[in-house]
C-alpha cells in the first residue's frame, strides 16, 4: 500500500478540435518578447516622471516670468499719491489715545467695607492654607461688599 500511486500521471495537452484564430507571428512575437509586468511598470514611472518635470520646469518658467513682470511693474511706477491720513497725523493720534489710557490707569482707592472684607479673606486663607473651605464666611461678607460697591457704580452711570 502506497507504493504506487493510485491514478496514473498523465500530462494535460491541450489540443483544439480546429485550428486556432491566432495567426503564427503573433505567438512567435509574443514568445519572443521578454518583457514583464515589472519592467512595463518601471518604464511607465520612468515616463511619468519625465512628464512632471517637464511640467515642473514650463510652470517654474512662467512662475519666473510673472514674478519679473511684477518686479518690472513696481519699478516702473510711480510713487503712488498718499490717499489717507499722513504719517505725522496718525502719530498724533496714537500720541493722544496713549495719554488718555493713562488718564484712566488712576485706580481709586477702595471703600473701608471693601478693604477690610478683602482682608479678612486673605487673613484667613493664610491661617487655614491647608483648609480653606473653612474661609467660606469671611468670602461670602466680600462678596457682598462688592454686590454694594457694584450696584452704587450701576445706579451712578445710569442716573
Known amino acids: 500500500m502506497g507504493a504506487s500511486e493510485s491514478k496514473p500521471a498523465s500530462a494535460h ?13 503573433l505567438v512567435e512575437s509574443l514568445q519572443s518578447n521578454h518583457e514583464t509586468d515589472a519592467s512595463r511598470a518601471k518604464a511607465i514611472e520612468l515616463e511619468v516622471q519625465a512628464r ?3 511640467e515642473l520646469k514650463k510652470l517654474h518658467a512662467q512662475s519666473s516670468q510673472a514674478l519679473n513682470q511684477a518686479h518690472e511693474a513696481i519699478a516702473s511706477s510711480t510713487t503712488p499719491e498718499p490717499t489717507g491720513p499722513s504719517h505725522q497725523s496718525i ?7 496713549r495719554q488718555k489710557l493713562e488718564e484712566r490707569k488712576k485706580i481709586r482707592e477702595l471703600p473701608a467695607e471693601v478693604e477690610s472684607a478683602r482682608n479678612g479673606v486673605v487673613q484667613c486663607l493664610r ?27 450701576v445706579d451712578k452711570v445710569t442716573s
Open 127 to 153: 491661617d487655614n492654607d491647608r483648609r480653606p473651605l473653612d474661609c467660606w464666611e469671611q468670602v461670602e461678607k466680600f462678596k457682598a461688599e462688592v454686590k454694594k460697591l457694584e450696584k452704587g457704580w
Open 52 to 54: 512632471v518635470a517637464q
Open 13 to 25: 495537452i491541450w489540443k483544439t478540435p480546429g485550428p486556432s484564430g491566432v495567426s503564427q507571428d
Open 91 to 97: 502719530s498724533k493720534e496714537v500720541n493722544a489715545l
